[in-house]
């Protein structure tokens, strides 16, 4: 793919994000347009108790699934944009704004492209165990933020009956029930 080469960056919008418009010079000499949101990389963790065998997912509003889908009820991993932290220390902090859940060690999954296509955003993506005395929070996420966030604890049997019916939806929450499968199959054996 050598070869191609941005020419020019022009700023079509600025606000919580930018929409950016690169001119991209082809190997031939050519050369294309693509529009990208530039982003700052996001955390993502899924908190599992290995003891009772649950999860915490969350459920708040996105305006992009209700734009497409007519209803914004979307399960998802606490997730957010590190803010200048690194990954680890966004993953905790969004855990506890988010969930009200403090957590102590994280295993790291994998940095992945969210939607290289489109977006200069990164995940993060982490699994992290924890315990009923991590629970310390409310959570709910930040009233200055518009979070409104129900906090679920879904056990790992219910988890998978919803993923069979299709009630989860969200990539990053299942690349990492993916990796919480294949890194702990413990948590999926028959109880």
């Not at 992009?64 to 803010?83: I, K, N, Q, R, S």
Request: contains cysteine.
């Amino acid at each position: 793919m050598a070869g191609y080469k941005i020419k020019q960056v022009e700023t079509l919008y600025e606000g919580w994000r930018k929409l950016l418009k690169l001119t991209v010079e082809m190997p031939d000499g050519r050369t294309m347009a693509r529009e990208i949101l530039n982003s700052a990389d996001a955390a993502a963790v899924l908190p599992y108790d290995p003891e009772a065998r649950n999860v915490i997912l969350i459920r708040q509003f996105r305006a992009p699934v209700m734009h497409v889908e007519g209803h914004h009820d979307l399960l998802e991993t606490v997730a957010g944009l590190l803010d200048e932290d690194e990954p680890e220390a966004c993953a905790k902090r969004e855990a506890m704004e988010e969930a009200g859940l403090r957590l102590r060690d994280l295993e790291r999954v994998v940095t992945a492209w969210s939607t290289p296509g489109i977006t200069t955003e990164r995940l993060h993506l982490f699994l992290a165990p924890y315990t009923s005395a991590d629970r310390v929070g409310e959570g709910g996420g930040l009233a200055d933020e518009h979070e409104e966030i129900e906090v679920l604890e879904i056990g790992i049997g219910e988890l998978m009956g919803m993923i069979e019916q299709g009630a989860i939806a969200d990539m990053k929450t299942l690349v990492l029930i993916q990796a919480l499968q294949l890194r702990h199959p413990e948590l999926f054996g028959k109880t």
